[in-house]
């Protein structure tokens, strides 16, 4: 990815980066750091030490027992702090991640986060129903549930996690309740509104829900839930969740996603060298395909990747957007996503890009 530092990428650095890493940490915290990490990197750092500097690590090294996630981010976190200071990489984005998912489920469910605007195109008068403001929120909300599971769509749980993203839009007037098939469906067929310019851009950025029987529109939100609803943040599509993330890094003049077309992963570079094993069993969502164990036969020649170069933290001011990614994120890929790795290990996000 474009001006992304890795960890990995101590295997490639100059001389003199690998001696200010050296310098700045402790032995301990150099033996933490290369803990089962590859011989590539660990010769990186054998070959640019003295003697007596690479006896002391290697016994370091060998004196290290149970692995401790902890001390070993701990020393990622500050040799990244390390190679941050060098001149050559003051414009460069560094990995970062989550301490681990009991972190990111606080993040999730108890940090205080910031409110954030409403995305898309909406006038100050369209209703939002929240979750916590409507009336029998919580039979509404058992009535998407079972209408997600009866479709096959829309529930996505957090690895090894009892907490739950599940859609919520109800028609402020009428009070329907929409399932996440009918809220696919229909921004990839919305309305056409004729404020917006072209229809994909209406597609791109137009958020809204809108409810037929009523001629109304709304804007729907995504539920973290856990023994209860912990949070509720703007719902939004997938095409709209990455094109708002991509706004948004554009702002800093940071590329990512689609931005980049180095990013894109079109159908003659699947299940190559370049992509994780897991790929091939992840869940797919497309519209009108989800929960597939594989690349059903029929949508082969539609679909697309796009290289997942967004790094989950980097987003904790803007909790829509982290979680509608999280909630796009194919679930074998959403440990990296949360510990910062998706970028090492070219995660990709499937879908079609219009």
């Not at 290290?64 to 390390?82: E, N, V, Y």
């Not at 995504?222 to 993330?245: H, N």
């Amino acid at each position: 990815m474009q001006n992304v530092f890795i960890f990995e990428d101590l295997a490639y650095v100059k001389d003199e980066v690998i001696r200010a890493v050296a310098e700045g940490m402790a032995p301990d915290e150099l033996a933490w750091a290369l803990t089962r990490e590859n011989e590539h990197i660990r010769k990186r750092f054998f070959n640019d030490l003295s003697w007596d500097d690479l006896n002391l690590l290697k016994k370091k090294l060998h004196e290290i027992g149970a692995p401790d996630s902890q001390k070993k981010k701990a020393a990622h976190k500050k040799i990244f702090a390390l190679v941050g200071g060098l001149p050559e990489y003051k414009n460069v984005r560094f990995q970062q991640g989550f301490d681990d998912q009991e972190d990111f489920e606080w993040f999730l469910t108890d940090a205080p986060l910031p409110e954030e605007a409403v995305y898309g195109f909406s006038q100050t008068d369209t209703p939002w129903p929240r979750f916590f403001e409507t009336h029998d929120g919580a039979r509404i909300l058992q009535e998407i549930t079972a209408k997600n599971k009866a479709d096959g769509f829309g529930i996505g749980r957090l690895p090894n996690s009892a907490i739950q993203l599940v859609n919520f839009a109800v028609c402020p007037k009428c009070g329907r309740a929409f399932s996440f098939k009918e809220l696919a469906y229909y921004y990839a067929h919305p309305r056409q509104d004729p404020s917006c310019k072209t229809p994909v851009d209406q597609i791109r950025e137009d958020t809204r829900m809108y409810c037929s029987a009523c001629k109304l529109y709304f804007i729907p939100s995504l539920l973290v839930v856990g023994r209860k609803v912990e949070r509720e943040v703007q719902g939004m599509s997938r095409l709209q969740t990455l094109y708002f993330i991509e706004q948004h890094f554009a702002r800093q003049d940071v590329r990512v996603l689609s931005s980049s077309e180095a990013n894109f992963v079109r159908k003659d570079k699947f299940h190559t060298k370049i992509m994780p094993k897991e790929t091939a069993s992840v869940q797919l969502f497309l519209s009108g395909i989800a929960d597939c164990t594989e690349t059903p036969a029929v949508s082969k020649a539609l679909v697309k990747g796009i290289l997942n170069d967004v790094f989950l933290k980097e987003l904790e001011e803007k909790p829509a957007l982290a979680c509608n990614l999280l909630y796009y994120t194919p679930p074998a890929l959403i440990p990296n996503l949360i510990e910062g790795a998706n970028v090492a290990f070219n995660d990709p996000v499937f879908g079609i890009w219009q």
